[in-house]
Each structure stands twice: as C-alpha cells, then as structure tokens.
C-alpha cells in the first residue's frame, strides 16, 4: 500500500468529492453524523453552538498544545444549557472552507435552534492565492451569505463574527488594524441580512490595546525555548493564540452574544471562571477537522486479519488510521510497531464481546523457528508500540490452558502488551491468567501512559504488572478463583522506575472475585531483573473492594519488602477496604496530587479524561438530541 502522507489541505479538499461515500469512524465529525437520525424539524434539548472559520477559532490537537483558538476555550464558558462543536479549519477562507464542502457538513448537522458562528477574515485576504482569496465586496459578501442562508435553512440561527485582530503596535505603541476593508465587509452584510453581529476585531484590538506590546505575548503564542514541549525552539507567533489568549477571545465573543442577546440570559455563566486555561482546556488527540484512514476488517472486507491491515498502514503515518474490526474472533498474534502511531482498534459489534482478539502462546512455548521460547513479554496475543492508540469495544485475550500444559515450566500469558505512550482504552476486555495486561514502556525510566475507562481485567497472579503509568477509571478488576483458601493471587506486579512518580490508580474501580475471602493481594513489588531503583507505585482509591481482598493486601516478592513500595489506598468502601497498620493510607493533604489528572498529565499536559466532558469541542456530544 503506498504512503499515504497529503498535507491536511490536500485531504480536505478531497472531502467535496467524497462527502456521500466516506466513512469517517473514529473523529468528531464522524461521530456528529452519527446524530442525523435525528429528527431535523425538532430542536436539540440542549443546542450546539457550531464555530466555523478559520486558525484563529479552530480547535487544535495535543501535539499543539498549548497552542488554542477561541472557538476550543468557549466550551470552558458556557453553563449546561448548550455546547460547542468547533469545525473551523486552519488555514481557510470562508471560500476555500465551502469549496471543500465542510459548509455542506456543517449545516446537514445543525437542527433548529443551533448556533452558526461565522468568522472569517485572516486568509480571505490573500487574494493572489485563487484557491482562497476573496474581496470584500463582493465575493467575500456572497461566500457570507451561504453560511448565514444555509443555517436559517436549518432552522439555525447564523452569527456573523468579525476576525480577531493579529498582534500589531506602531513604534508608540498603539494597536494596529490588520484586516483592511474585511470586518466592515461583515458588518455591512450583517445589517442588510438582518443577521446578528459579534464585532470581535474592535473589541480584540480594543483589549490588545489595554494589554500592550508586552502584556499581548502572553495572550498570543510566545514561548521561550523549552517552555513547552511541542515547542522544544520556542515560538513568537503573532497569530495564534497560547490557551490564555484562547479564553481571553472566547470572553470577547461570549460577553457580545449575552449583552446583545443573541443567546439567552444563562448560556455563559462562567466567562470569569476559568482560572487555569492549561489544566481546564481539552487537546484532542486530533483535531475535529482532520479525516482518518479507515481500514475495515472481517468477513467479505478489504482485510482477513488485523494485522494485515495493521501491515498496510504506512510507517510513520501522520495520520490517525482507523481499523474497524467487524464482530468475529481472530485467532493470530498482532503486533503494531513503535513506528505506526495514531492506529484505532474500533470493534463493531453491539459489546466488547463481539470482537476477540486472541492467541495462545505463553512464556515458555517455543518458538516456530526454533530459536527458544517466546517470554513472558513476547508471548502476548496483542503488542502495541505505537504512540497515540486507541481501542475500543472489543476484548484481547489470552488463551493459553494451564491445565492443559503442565509440563511448560513458564506459563505466564499476556492477552496486551502495551508501551505506546498516550494510549486510550475504553469498554475493552483483558483476558488470562497469570500475566494478563502488561503496561509497559520503551525503556527502564521512560515513562509511558495509558488510560484505561470503563474496562474489564481479569487474571489471577499478577494480572496487572510492568513499568508502565496507568489509570483504570471505572473499571471492573477480576480476580480469578484458584480454589485455594488462603491465597488466590495477586492484582498488581508493578516495577516502576524510581525517578517516575506515578505508576498505576485504581479510580472509582470495583474489585470482584468469586475466590474465597481474605485471599487476594492488591499487589507486589516486581523488581524487574532485580533492579533495585524498581519500585511499585500503586493507589487505590475511592474504589470498591470485595471481601476476596486480604487483609494484609500488600506483600513481598523475590526478596524485596512491599513496605519499600509506594502502596496506598484512600477512601475505599466494600467489605474488603479495611483500615489496618498493613494498608498505609495515603494522607489527606495529598488525595490532590495523585488524581487522574497527576498521573496522565506528564510534561506535554495529556488530559484524555476531559474527552466527552463539558471541555470537549471536538464532538456533537451524544445524548444532547431530542
């Protein structure tokens, strides 16, 4: 299969040719027409506020950070009455955005009583670009005008918004215009159409003016060298915004809609809430406009196997590529290289159960080749290297019989092994029993991430282990019965490298089994190879712990003491959470540093638990339809 590596101007021009065919699984306009089974003469119970233009107010992805546009902060305003869906495209002109056929998307999504907010202006203006260019009487006039007549069409009610001034001061310091005849080419088109108006390059220019030339760079994108790590060189952007100019604009454009009541009294009741942009604001993994490579696997689809599609996927794609694996069980070892990122293993089925993934190799099964046996760690079902993955609805398992193979010595058996840093996994299932879910990372002291919501692990020694960073959020963790009755196991085998401070939490999780009380361990300190700098870092807390749990939940492993651990639990209930001097509870005053957020947020501030979340403008939000 050849690369497939077009830049994302190239890839969404394509879109006008393609609007009827492409299955776009996996992105927020994907799952925004996932909606359109909707009535469309009937208003959402809570209405989107759709944004579309250009860089300025676009919603940008995690590897710009903190990179934002104002249209990715208004979400961070609005009370519970509506929400944003933020489709502006960087780059675009209010021409070159409707040529490519996303004002035809846009509007087949709105129902009435939505909200079209139209601001364009910055590329308008390059009029020797032909693909772009407009001018302001005319062309630029007409191309408005589609936007403003398309949503009325829909029942929607259009704004027009002037674009955002750039940050320009004369040499005494006084703001400058940056727009030309553009902005009153809006408001002009504004009063003759009747349509509602958000003058946005006054009032920018008007708080530019109050803030300098000094106090303008921390709203726009300056960042000194190592300031950030998407921007290793630092960056003096006179453009684009960082995440505090973001809310700064969203503000402007909030408070004009409620003072002229162009939204009703209520929508924005936090336009002075946001204290900490950074933390608040959501970076998707993608932006909302960027399309996926879309693989279909299963009977009678392009691809037999998972990992023949995973082969066909170019190395070093920029692109998320999306694997929609079709209900079945796939019998073969996958393997997704640390070259391959942004790979989506989407199951089709009604439940996780509908798509298994699974084989049967353990630690000391040998080889085809001969050249030994496969490890514990090779003998995974799944491996995933590559950054950015995600799965969802479906189950990798492991299904090596114990039992059955008594004479092999070492039958550790791991359904997924995971490094790829950045990795979201939801309504998944791990299947096994010793050795189920290795979360690893590429190296002793590298920290890799993963997050785990709403998932299903079951095993019985061990299950849970490596020198990974994880947050099991909601999740059911299942001890398997050993028919013993003093010791059916152990949850976690952690071997996190001492210089990394968060290893594995168990947030809001229920901890089941069938096996008899008291004879379960939440955990033992692996320390891999003996390294002694390997030290478990594991808490449990605000969970639910089944009498299985023992009561002294922690112990040692290979000669190491679990008390040198960093072991703690923290507002547990269940019959299983007692509190005794074996079950250190991590104090009070520090329940704030280790929550979700601590444990994914890393250098790059990586916040997938906000996707889905008020904070998200990269969906129609499911559920918000009448």
């Not at 924005?268 to 959501?282: R, T």
């Not at 250098?603 to 904070?615: F, I, R, V």
């Amino acid at each position: 299969m050849a690369a497939i590596l077009p830049n994302r101007r190239s890839v969404l021009a394509s879109l006008a040719l393609t609007a009827g065919a492409m299955a776009l699984s996996g992105t927020g306009i994907a799952n925004a027409l996932t909606q359109r089974a909707t009535d469309p003469t009937k208003p959402r119970t809570k209405p989107v506020i759709f944004v579309v233009g250009d860089s300025t107010s676009s919603a940008y992805q995690q590897s710009e950070r903190p990179r934002a546009g104002w249209g990715q902060a208004l979400p961070l305003l609005l009370g519970p009455q509506a929400t944003v869906f933020d489709y502006a495209w960087s780059g675009a002109s209010s021409k070159s955005f409707a040529d490519a056929g996303l004002l035809d998307r846009v509007i087949a999504l709105m129902l009435p009583g939505d909200y079209l907010l139209i601001s364009f202006g910055h590329n308008d203006a390059k009029v020797t670009d032909p693909a772009r260019g407009t001018l302001p009487d005319s062309t630029f006039k007409e191309y408005l005008s589609r936007y403003v007549d398309g949503a009325k069409a829909r029942g929607g009610k259009p704004v027009l918004v002037t674009p955002v001034e750039r940050r320009r001061f004369d040499s005494f310091g006084n703001a400058k215009d940056s727009h030309g005849a553009y902005p009153q080419a809006v408001r002009e088109l504004a009063a003759a159409s009747g349509t509602p108006l958000v003058d946005l390059t006054a009032s920018s220019k008007e708080l530019w003016q109050q803030l300098g030339p000094e106090g303008t760079k921390q709203q726009f994108l300056f960042l000194t060298p190592g300031e950030h790590p998407q921007y290793p060189q630092g960056s003096e952007d006179n453009t684009h915004f960082q995440a505090a100019g973001a809310v700064s604009v969203a503000r402007l454009v909030a408070r004009e809609l409620q003072s002229k009541e162009i939204v009703p009294p209520g929508y924005f009741l936090n336009i002075d809430g946001v204290a900490e942009p950074l933390l608040q604001m959501y970076w998707p993994a993608e932006r909302p406009i960027d399309v996926p490579v879309t693989l279909d696997v299963g009977p009678g689809r392009t691809f037999a196997t998972v990992q023949s599609a995973v082969d066909a996927v170019p190395s070093n794609n920029a692109r998320r590529t999306v694997i929609r694996i079709q209900p079945g069980t796939y019998r073969e070892a996958v393997r997704v290289p640390s070259n391959k990122p942004r790979i989506s293993f989407i199951g089709q089925g009604s439940r996780p159960e509908d798509v298994v993934l699974v084989f049967n190799n353990a630690s000391g099964t040998p080889k085809p080749d001969g050249s030994g046996n496969f490890g514990t760690s090779g003998s995974a079902s799944v491996r995933i290297d590559g950054p950015d993955f995600v799965a969802r609805n479906l189950t990798f398992s492991n299904d090596f019989d114990e039992a059955a193979n008594m004479g092999i010595k070492d039958r550790q058996a791991v359904a997924l092994h995971i490094t790829a840093d950045r990795s979201v996994l939801s309504n998944v299932r791990c299947l096994g029993n010793q050795d189920t879910l290795l979360v690893n990372s590429p190296g002793a002291g590298v920290p890799a991430r993963f997050y785990f919501e709403d998932c299903y692990v079951e095993g019985d020694v061990d299950f849970i282990f490596g020198r990974g960073t994880a947050v099991f959020s909601g999740c059911e963790i299942k001890s398997l019965d050993r028919r013993s009755t003093t010791n059916n196991g152990y949850i976690t085998a952690g071997s996190l490298d001492l210089s990394i401070r968060y290893g594995y939490l168990f947030d809001q999780c229920r901890l089941v089994s069938d096996a008899a009380a008291n004879s379960v361990h939440l955990g033992r300190p692996w320390h891999a190879g003996g390294d002694p700098k390997a030290v478990a870092q594991v808490l449990v807390r605000d969970s639910w712990l089944g009498a299985h749990i023992s009561g002294t939940p922690w112990t040692d492993m290979s000669g190491f003491s679990w008390r040198e651990a960093r072991f703690h639990e923290y507002n547990n209930r269940g019959p299983g959470a007692q509190v005794t001097p074996d079950r250190p509870q991590l104090p009070g005053a520090e329940a704030g540093s280790y929550t979700i957020r601590t444990y994914l947020q890393g250098t790059d501030g990586w916040a997938p638990q906000l996707a889905g979340s008020a904070a998200d403008c990269s969906v129609v939000p499911a559920g918000v339809a009448a």
